[in-house]
């Protein structure tokens, strides 16, 4: 009885979405390749994923689906104003999938599989080995650059409290930012999204960064983010399950990835 009860509470709220909730608000983070603005569009994985969901949602769903966009230059703002949002709304912007920010928004299943690399300027000493000798003399001197409220940012707060206890850590707003300025300063490292890394190197051939693999960090997921308790939750997850084998998936990666990093990163 008790299960009977829960499947139509499901059903009548489902029910009362489809006809009420037609507007779905999206909010963004600018990052290419996952979301940017070119000649006036708004493009990149992330959009082309979410554009099949509104498919969906036409199609076997029923909803008449209209779209509210606004784009966020700075993360913080985007991640506040997501968390802090209409019900039906939608949050893209590479987040890293984590239990501290579950606790106060909800994620999508996760759409990409990631990496995040640690990356200095093509001149600096390669770190060898994760001995704390060997750490603090290849990156003691540095300044740490990063982005305030993601995982990058743990990545180097974990260097300080493990390694370097007296590190610098400057602030930016976007890994364009970070890569730009390491690119130019020998003394400066930061954590990168594999994904950004390669696309910023693709679009700048004549930049000299390095990797240093050793403090590479893997296993990360990326997720859409939501308000908590809202409907686009279970829906999106319905959705992605039988889209993530299709085709289509796949075919947006390599769009945007290319072959090599769709074979690594996509969702099996």
């Known amino acids: 009885m008790r299960t009977l009860l829960l499947i139509i ?3 009548l709220s489902l029910n009362f979405f489809a006809q009420n909730g037609d507007t ?4 963004y983070f600018n990052q290419t390749p996952f979301v940017y603005s070119e000649a006036g569009l708004v493009k990149g994985i992330e959009i082309d994923i979410v554009n099949e969901y509104i498919l969906w949602l036409k199609s076997k769903k ?46 999508s299943a996760p759409y990409l599989k990631n990496v995040a690399f640690c990356v200095t300027n093509g001149h600096a000493p390669d770190v060898k080995t ?4 060997e ?28 390694y370097i206890p007296d590190l610098k850590i400057s602030y930016k707003s976007d890994e364009i930012k970070i890569l730009d300025e390491i690119s130019k300063n020998v003394l400066a490292f930061g954590y990168i999204d594999a994904v950004g890394f390669w696309f910023y190197l693709k679009n700048n051939p004549g930049k000299f960064l390095k990797m240093q693999k050793i403090l590479n960090q893997s ?23 039988a889209f ?8 947006i990666l390599e769009k945007y990835l290319g072959a090599y ?6 969702i099996n």
């Open 9 to 11: 509470a499901c059903f």
């Open 261 to 266: 990093m769709t074979q690594n990163m996509a």
């Open 24 to 27: 779905l608000y999206i909010n």
């Open 62 to 107: 029923k909803m008449n689906i209209t779209l509210k966009q606004v784009g966020f230059t700075d993360f913080d703002s985007f991640y506040t104003a997501t968390k802090k949002g209409n019900k039906n709304s939608l949050g893209l912007g590479s987040v890293t999938i984590s239990q501290d920010r579950a606790a106060e928004i909800d994620f």
């Open 135 to 162: 750490i603090l003399r290849s990156l003691g001197s540095m300044n740490a650059l990063t982005i305030n409220n993601t995982s990058l940012n743990k990545y180097v707060m974990e260097i300080k409290k493990n």
């Open 244 to 251: 993530k084998v299709t085709p289509t998936y796949r075919g």
């Open 130 to 133: 994760k001995s704390s000798d």
């Open 219 to 241: 296993k990360e997921e990326l997720g859409f983010i939501m308000p908590k308790a809202s409907q686009h939750k279970a829906l999106f997850n319905e959705f992605f399950s």
